[in-house]
């Protein structure tokens, strides 16, 4: 496969997915590569069910209501996605570059905007848990009525761990907590939720062995605490929350200025390299917040500024949206 596109977005999170928006109004064809199988980035992945609270005009937004969202506003210009494909090389090409993906796909743009987030993100393990993933046990919760009626033992001290606790507390028929040490690192607004709720919390203490049934299915989860006789607790589901490892993968080779697994961009959002953009969480500049309607701002600059390159005599602010008929 060869394609040839004036802009290429790599990283179908919410800002890449704003980023494919802005590209068509401004009347930039584009496509959108991801390694993730679905759009929406780390929202998809990692809390499509939780609830967020600071995206503009939205006193709170389910993320995976939001992806759709940002999904059907990007429709309307027809971008190509290229999920579950990794963005390998990057290359001069011609009047453009050259972005090469895993299997040998060329992509031509005459641009790049790099979306990626944090990057490739891996799960730590959860040692006891070995074997059992996708048979009882998960990193995420993709959905919550697939644990209802369910006893859920959920694994970590961070705000995740206790995000997937309150959200499952409605459904599930039990949810239990179990943390290696006696502080968490969650804010204490959630942790006195839970308290709250009645949930239990078991601290100082680690799941030691996960038990199936004479069917294979996982029924037990035997937990070990400090100076205490060991609890057996009933589970047909484990929620390992025990937070991820994360880089840029081959992005890192791409001649790029990166510091803290971030890009470094100027006022335009543009990399040190020609014709290369990048915002979102994977941009970094002084006084950088990151939060996703931070995203949002930077996608359109990025895009516009890109407009401007692409065709000089284009005028950097192409006027509101709301104006065009």
């Not at 290229?82 to 031509?108: F, I, N, Q, S």
């Not at 239990?200 to 038990?211: G, P, S």
């Not at 199936?212 to 060991?230: H, M, N, R």
């Amino acid at each position: 496969m060869e394609l040839s596109v004036d802009l290429l977005i790599v990283g179908a999170g919410p800002t890449g997915l704003f980023a494919a928006y802005y590209a068509g109004f401004r009347g930039l064809s584009m496509a959108v590569v991801d390694s993730l199988p679905e759009a929406g980035g780390q929202v998809t992945a990692m809390y499509p069910e939780k609830m967020i609270y600071d995206v503009g005009g939205f006193p709170a937004v389910r993320g995976r209501d939001l992806v759709k969202g940002l999904v059907e506003q990007a429709a309307q210009w027809q971008p190509t996605y290229l999920l579950g494909r990794k963005a390998e090389v990057l290359r001069e090409g011609g009047d453009g570059l050259d972005v090469e993906l895993d299997g040998g796909d060329v992509v031509h743009a005459k641009a790049v905007l790099v979306t990626a987030g944090i990057g490739e993100f891996t799960p730590r393990p959860l040692p006891a848990g070995d074997g059992w993933l996708g048979r009882g046990m998960v990193h995420f919760v993709p959905s919550l009525d697939a644990h209802a009626g369910q006893d859920v033992v959920v694994v970590g001290g961070g705000d995740s761990a206790f995000d997937w606790v309150l959200a499952l507390h409605p459904v599930a028929e039990s949810v239990t907590l179990v943390h290696r040490r006696a502080k968490f690192r969650a804010a204490e607004s959630i942790v006195r939720q839970a308290r709250e709720l009645g949930v239990r919390l078991l601290t100082d203490a680690e799941v030691a062995e996960l038990r199936e049934d004479a069917s294979g299915a996982l029924c037990e989860v035997v937990v070990t605490a400090k100076d205490a006789e060991p609890v057996v607790l009933p589970a047909q589901a484990v929620v390992a929350a025990l937070g991820f490892t994360a880089d840029l993968g081959p992005i890192e080779n791409w001649g790029l200025q990166i510091d803290h697994r971030a890009i470094s961009v100027d006022s335009t959002m543009a990399t040190a390299r020609p014709r290369v953009y990048a915002a979102g969480d994977v941009a970094a500049y002084p006084g950088k917040v990151k939060l996703i309607a931070t995203g949002f701002g930077e996608a359109a600059t990025a895009v516009n500024n890109i407009a401007v390159e692409l065709d000089p005599q284009a005028h950097l602010f192409p006027g509101h949206s709301s104006n065009v008929e």
